[in-house]
């Protein structure tokens, strides 16, 4: 079975500062791992995905996230944290590489000037 | 962009009452999925649906639950009875590929309350 986990329900960060969201998974098949973003009164917008291929994942606005088999991880980041980037932050692993998904308990991200 | 809309954002229902839960999926998608998050806990897929039939279904999905596709633009999903812990925000989603996934876009979600 498949399940991920995100480290830290809230996190706060200064403008301009470095953006690191903590996602591990578990997956018994090789997985397809996703970041999702979800803005105030908005839907689950896709920031990136791994399926296979280069580990390090370009996504918009900035983001990236780097698959570690090692470490079972798939943290994301952004180096320069702007004030609309604060939404909620979901890391989510596909079950069997279908549509269907699994999702984090999501992390809220906070950004001060 | 393209976008999945749903109706309404919130609904407020007391236990035991019906609620439908509507969605406009994104026009030339295939797929169409409900997940839901209860307050504080993760995102949980509920129902996908595909050629007019439930593919797949998570034991969240009970009896009390069904969805249908009542003309080419709709995608619904009612509660015969609510419960209290039914109380969640659902969120309608479609793609244009099941599988080897794509892109999934996701409506607003609904916040549901039932009292």
Known sequence: AQSVTQLGSHVSVSEGALVLLRCNYSSSVPPYLFWYVQYPNQGLQLLLKYTTGATLVKGINGFEAEFKKSETSFHLTKPSAHMSDAAEYFCAVSVDNTDKLIFGTGTRLQVFP | ?115
Request: proline share 4%; hydrophobic share 35%; with cysteine.
């Open chain 2, 1 to 115: 962009e393209p976008e999945v809309t749903q109706t309404p954002s919130h609904q407020v229902t007391q236990m035991g009452q019906e609620v439908i839960l509507r969605c406009v999926p994104i026009s030339n998608h295939l797929y169409f999925y409900w997940y839901r998050q209860i307050l504080g806990q993760k995102v949980e897929f509920l129902v996908s649906f595909y050629n007019n039939e439930i593919s797949e279904k998570s034991e969240i999905f009970d009896d009390q639950f069904s969805v249908e596709r009542p003309d080419g633009s709709n995608f619904t999903l009612k509660i015969r009875s609510t419960k209290l812990e039914d109380s969640a925000m659902y969120f309608c989603a479609s793609s244009e590929a099941g599988r080897f996934p794509g892109k999934l876009f996701f409506g607003s979600g609904t916040q549901l309350s039932v009292l």
